[in-house]
């Protein structure tokens, strides 16, 4: 098969082998847009019990159920330290939803020891810890993206410390994370040459690794190294980032990405099940500009806007499961609707999707930010995803003030300023980076944060002046 040209009737067949929404809003005043997605999820029924959709790992016959629990983004709440506030994680919160979501057949659950500023996998171990063991699959990685990390010891220290964080002795799914992120000279220097992989090859013979994997983005290199050498390393999983604009779009968004169409043709020529990241796109394809939404409700008012991008991504037959960050329990019944069972694409939907939504998504230009925080902690203090989301925003709503001679520019001048001074404070904000870079590296995405920050500092000031 000629894997950049998969035909659409292809990509169906492939889907037949086998077979939420966004992050918290922003503060501030609520779009229609928002309101109306708020209210979708008010209205929602009850998911059905028992009918999750489940997928067989080819390799070793795990039934995992199709929708996967990404321990990204969990609940917070305030809490005093010292007399300041500050935000933990509401394990109360964490505790529910993860009942629920085993209530109604989700069974794998992933995290890392980079989730939630190092508190993911401690919250997720003390969700789970109360049901049998062979009851769920936990999924972590060997985020070791700091130098200070890179040696064989401290890579052995993180993947003994993800264990007893999450009170198991085995891992189900164990990923090298963000390969890719920095080409081949940082998967030599995480991986190769300190012999940590040579490790964890050793720890799955020992059964203390279920299954070995890795999360890719950025370089396609390094992919197309790790599948050429499959015969050594025999993956047994891979986890990408699959949805309906990326599958052909993503190279086109940023040219530093890779389209899904091209990795997952890889992964099936290698017989490698897949585990789908970012299918929202951060919440980007739940919130989509209202003409757009618009669209989607005319071919079915029932469903919500984020369920047509959980449906696409869980309709290839090699997809073991899709992982969603799931704040609120609005965002988890939703899901739930959508694969309990899931209804696969037709020819048809996936015609009017790229023909009517994806291609004009890609006409709108925003900054490809998912709103994963890897960028974050930032040495000076700035709310890179913050800034990038309310931009986002205002563009995607055809609420961005580009204009003078608009009639509406002087509201929309105003919105964009008071909302960014609302979501983002102004000791935060984008003119106040140096440049420095330290950001850069880190972004799955590979944006050009620095850049894009310094675009965005001027764009405010002109706003400010009234010049824009």
């Known amino acids: 098969m000629d894997n950049k040209n998969i035909t ?45 959709t489940h997928r067989q790992n080819p390799k070793n016959k795990d039934d995992v159920s199709l929708l996967g629990f990404g321990m990204m983004r969990l609940p917070t709440k305030t809490v005093k330290v010292n007399g300041e506030d500050k935000e933990d994680i509401d394990q109360e919160q964490v505790n529910r939803l993860v009942d629920y979501a085993i209530e109604y057949g989700v069974n ?3 995290t890392s020891p980079a989730y939630c500023q190092g508190k993911s996998e401690k919250a997720t171990g003390d969700a789970l810890h109360k049901y049998p063991r062979n009851s769920y699959y936990v999924a972590t990685k060997l985020s070791n993206f700091n130098e200070s990390t890179w040696s064989r010891e401290e890579s052995i220290k993180m993947y003994h410390n993800s264990m007893k964080d999450l009170q198991v002795d085995y891992i189900d799914y164990y990923l090298l994370h963000g390969i890719g992120m920095g080409g081949m000279e940082a998967l030599n220097k995480r991986y190769i040459e300190n012999g940590v992989l040579d490790y964890l090859l050793e720890e799955r013979k020992a059964g203390r690794i279920r299954n070995l994997g890795f999360s890719y983005h950025g370089d396609i290199a390094v992919f197309d190294y790790l599948l050429e050498n499959n015969y050594k390393y025999q993956w047994d999983f891979v986890q990408i980032e699959l949805n309906y604009l990326d599958w052909d779009y ?7 990405n890779t389209d899904a169409r091209y990795l997952y043709a890889e992964l099936e020529k290698n017989g490698i099940p897949a585990v789908i990241m970012e299918p929202l796109l951060g919440g980007r394809l739940a919130n989509l500009p209202q003409y757009l939404v618009t669209e989607l409700k005319r071919k079915a008012p029932s469903k919500s806007v984020a369920s047509w991008a959980f449906r696409y991504a869980g309709t290839p037959g090699l997809v073991l499961t899709v992982l969603s960050g799931m704040t609120y329990m609005e965002h988890l019944k939703d899901n739930l609707l959508t694969y309990c069972p899931l209804e696969p694409f037709t020819e048809e939907e996936m015609r009017f999707l790229d023909d009517e939504i994806a291609r004009k998504i890609v006409g709108v230009e925003t900054i490809p930010c998912n709103d994963c925080k890897y960028c974050m902690p930032c040495p000076y203090g700035i709310d890179i995803p ?43 904000q984008a003119d106040h980076c140096i440049g420095c870079g330290q950001c850069e590296p880190h972004c799955p995405q590979n944006i050009r944060i620095p850049r894009e920050l310094q675009k965005i500092s001027e764009f405010v000031e002109r706003l400010k002046r009234g010049e824009e």
């Open 250 to 256: 993503a190279n086109e968004i940023n040219d530093r």
């Open 8 to 52: 659409r009737r292809n990509f169906l067949k492939i889907l037949g082998a086998g077979t939420v929404a966004s992050t918290g809003m922003l503060i501030g005043c609520k779009t229609k847009n928002e309101q109306k997605i708020e209210e979708e999820y008010k209205q929602q029924v009850e998911p059905s019990k028992g009918k999750m």
């Open 108 to 110: 794998y659950f992933d």
């Open 386 to 428: 913050g800034i990038f989301v309310h931009y986002n925003k205002c563009k995607n709503e055809g609420r961005l003030p580009n204009d003078s001679m608009d009639a509406n520019y002087a509201k929309y001048r105003r919105e964009y300023l008071i909302g960014l001074d609302r979501s983002v404070p102004k000791m935060r």
